[in-house]
């Protein structure tokens, strides 16, 4: 007797192929979705069609139903035009998050739940567990691949009918399965970026929604240090793409962006990664989502990430009467980005996060001054 009618989120990679691979195994009854997330418009590389014959290659390959369905129009609504708002606001966002809240693990749910599906699953390298009550999302096995950094938005009813098959495996053992099965994926490179963006130049593409305007680049002391294309463009901590040659009376040493002023156009650069100008003790949040529902506690220690891939940093979290949080960390932290994510961590358990609204990195002075270049 199978167990649960399970859909799994098919992108046509080696993970959700190996995914769908082991609930075969375990005896699921299972099914394939491919989601079109983005209609493409002919000046990318998203690869979107050539995904889709993999999927449907996978789904051939282990006799599973393969199933289609477009998003776009959800995607659009509920995920870009956020992107685009928070990118004129001067603000970096993070649409993986938004889209497994808002697509993945919402709109694909309804839809499969539609298809007589009783779960969904997908490809992320995450673990799901049942504790005391709660569902509790947890790290995936393989530290490099984790992937619940964008997952922290998940509640419990989404958790409740969600499987990660591959979580508790590292990423060499996807492809040696993959491999050993005979899975047309086996060897497929992994995705990289965000999809609606795909290989082509991210300014190029993003001035499309958002017309260029050259403006200033200065330093934090007011002097004129070269002009860029558009403030919006660029995202604290960046060093690539600010075309800045040598300047004189400067060392020969890289620059970083340590700040924007959107409504005077102004880009501030300093060079050292390690700025004094774009470290932060404290962060604000905007309203957290709490993965049990609730916080832990009005106060509590615990270790968090301001950006993917970043190594835990103990913190002290303060959770205020409107839901927003105050944030301290054990440590300075380099370039905390207002519209990024803060998550937060008990050792394997991911307890939620919440969107970073300003930290208290020094404000570039005298911003209205206009310092002749030296």
Known sequence: MSLDKVMLGVSGGVDSSVAALLLQREGYDVAGLFMTNWEEDGSGDCRAEDDRKDALAVCGRLDIPFH????????????????????????????????????KFRTFLDEARALGAQRIATGHYARIDHHAGRWRLLRGVDADKDQSYFLHQLGQEALAATLFPI??????QVRALAREAGLPTHAKKDSTGICFIGERDFR?????????????????QGRRI???????????????????????????APWFVVGKDVASNVLYV??????????????????AHWIAGTPPATTFECTAKTRYRQADVACRVNVRDDGTLDVAFEQPQRAVTPGQSVVFYDGEICLGGAVIATTDAPEVPERSRNVPAT
């Open 68 to 103: 289609a369905r477009n998003f776009a129009r959800q995607y659009w609504d509920e995920v870009f035009a956020h992107f685009i708002d928070e990118y004129r606001a001067g603000r970096t966002p993070n649409p993986d998050v938004l889209c497994n809240r808002q697509i």
């Open 167 to 172: 979580g508790h495996l590292p990423k060499a």
């Open 204 to 220: 190029e593409f993003l001035s499309r929604y958002i017309p260029m305007q050259a403006g200033e680049i200065r330093d934090p």
């Open 226 to 252: 070269g002009e860029h294309t558009g403030v919006y463009y660029y995202t604290l901590g960046q060093r690539e793409g600010l075309g800045i040659g040598g300047v004189r009376g400067r060392a020969a």
């Open 270 to 287: 300093d060079q050292g990664h390690e700025s004094s100008w774009m470290l932060s003790s404290h962060l604000n949040s905007e309203t």
